[in-house]
């Protein structure tokens, strides 16, 4: 069979970016290794930046964001048992985050191309794409127990971190940036409701804890773990208790607790894939780029791809100048430079490495009180956080 976009994933630049594309007239069929179940129910991010919101709204897909998901003006840093809030409209000239599930995104992507009647196949696995430097490169996949080969204009890599896209280009033309940091985080969701309005961001002796949220009633928490550790080897109760010494702060907050329904343990790494193009093989999302999740970027990089990528193959389709697909992977990599360096700030800043000495220590501390005293400090943080433009 044949389209003018093959697309390789369907996560949430897949979804988005084929979204955009049937919007735009052009046809794309988006190939899923998983089951449908599967990819609604993976529990991973949970922050809109405000640019993510306005490209959903744009074609369509935020009339249940916009009814369900919580507007967040502000997050709280804790360290020295003390909290101080960041306030994102004051500081970046009125940009604010939404806290939204991509569980819950990816639904609606799901259900607005199935309605749609556009193509959408789940249990289709990719195992090859040839012919990316000719003008018909071909995704090769197994659907419903045979080979099948899709003939397409373009590629889109939209398949995640271990996708395989990446690899029909020349492993000469690329150059991949990495970094591993010796601590991973164990993720929890809880039935209880947030205890705090914001998310909260916290630095304790015994390392880092996060304080996110699904809706009122359900709770993310997030603690910083040694690599390798099992999380079927904590009670339930040792969650909580690790939790409550690591936000605790002096006066009266409480950490309300409740039962915990879901759990998993998540490595950190920073890696980045360049460039972004190659012929005709374009990648978008973690496929090309992963951050850790302390700034709250990955989502958030993936649907700025796939909005790029859109317009880039919009104007071919209308005019034949290929002028913006030339330019995306440029454009794209700088911005996500830009959030590989905020995540890594985060990151660095907020936990605590193994053997970390009290030198590094007091130089988190004092970054975290120069925050504190200072607007522009403060708000360097803010608009990196809420999310720069798109360029
Ligand atoms: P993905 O969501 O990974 O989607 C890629 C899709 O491609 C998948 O559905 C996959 O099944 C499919 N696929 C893969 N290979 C093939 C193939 N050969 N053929 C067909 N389909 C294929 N970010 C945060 O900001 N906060 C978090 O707390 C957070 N937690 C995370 C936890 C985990 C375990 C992971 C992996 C990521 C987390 N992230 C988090 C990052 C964020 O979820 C990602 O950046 C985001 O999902 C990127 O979207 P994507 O569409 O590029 O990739
Ligand atoms: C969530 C995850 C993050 O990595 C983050 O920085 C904030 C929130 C979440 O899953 O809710």
Redesign the pocket.
């Known amino acids: 069979s044949r389209t003018t976009v093959g697309v ?7 979804l988005l970016l084929a979204r955009l594309l049937h919007q735009a007239g052009i046809d794309c069929v988006v ?4 089951d449908r179940g599967y ?1 609604e129910q993976r ?5 809109l930046e405000q640019g993510t919101v306005d490209a959903l709204r744009a074609c369509g897909a935020a009339e249940r964001l916009d009814a369900e998901g919580l507007v967040h003006d502000g997050i709280e840093l804790r360290w020295n048992r003390r909290g101080h809030r960041i306030d994102f409209p004051s500081l970046t000239g009125g940009r604010r985050v939404r806290v939204y599930a ?1 569980t819950e995104l990816v639904k609606d992507l799901i259900a607005l191309r199935l309605a749609d009647g556009a193509p959408l196949l789940f249990d ?4 090859a794409v040839t012919g990316a430097d000719t003008d018909r490169p071909v995704v090769h ?1 197994t659907h419903q127990g045979a080979e099948r080969s899709l003939h397409c204009d373009f590629v889109a890599g ?7 896209v990446r690899t029909a280009i020349p492993a000469e033309e690329l150059r991949t940036f990495e970094r591993v940091y010796p601590y991973s985080w164990f ?1 929890v969701l809880a039935d209880v409701p947030p205890s705090c309005d914001e998310l909260i961001y916290a630095h304790s002796p015994r390392g880092f804890a996060l304080h996110s949220m699904r809706s009122p009633a359900v709770s993310r928490l ?1 603690l910083q773990v040694p690599n390798g550790t099992d999380p079927a080897a904590w009670t339930d109760g040792q969650i909580w208790d690790e939790l409550e010494a690591r936000f605790a702060v002096d006066g009266g907050w409480r950490l309300a607790r409740g039962p915990i329904t879901q759990r ?1 343990v ?1 490595p950190l790494r920073s890696a980045v894939t360049e460039p972004m193009r190659w012929g005709r093989v374009l990648l ?4 090309a780029h ?2 850790p ?1 302390t700034g ?7 649907a700025s791809d796939a909005v790029v990528l859109a317009r880039a193959l919009a104007q071919w389709a209308a005019t034949g100048t290929t002028a913006a697909l030339d330019a995306y992977s440029d454009a794209r990599l700088q911005a996500v430079w830009r959030a590989e360096h905020f995540s890594w700030f985060m990151t660095t800043t907020l936990h605590s490495a193994p053997g970390q000495s009290p030198f590094d220590t007091r130089l988190q501390l004092s970054q975290l009180d120069r925050i504190a005293a200072s607007p522009h400090a403060a708000a360097e943080l803010a608009e990196n956080y809420a999310g720069l433009p798109l360029v």
């Open positions: 390789v994933g369907g996560g949430p630049a897949g190939l899923e290794s998983r990819v529990q991973r991010a949970g922050i991509q289709a696995r990719v195992t996949y939209c398949d995640g971190f271990h996708g395989v993720g997030y998993a998540l978008a999302g973690d496929a992963i951050v999740p709250a970027k990955g989502l958030n990089l993936a």
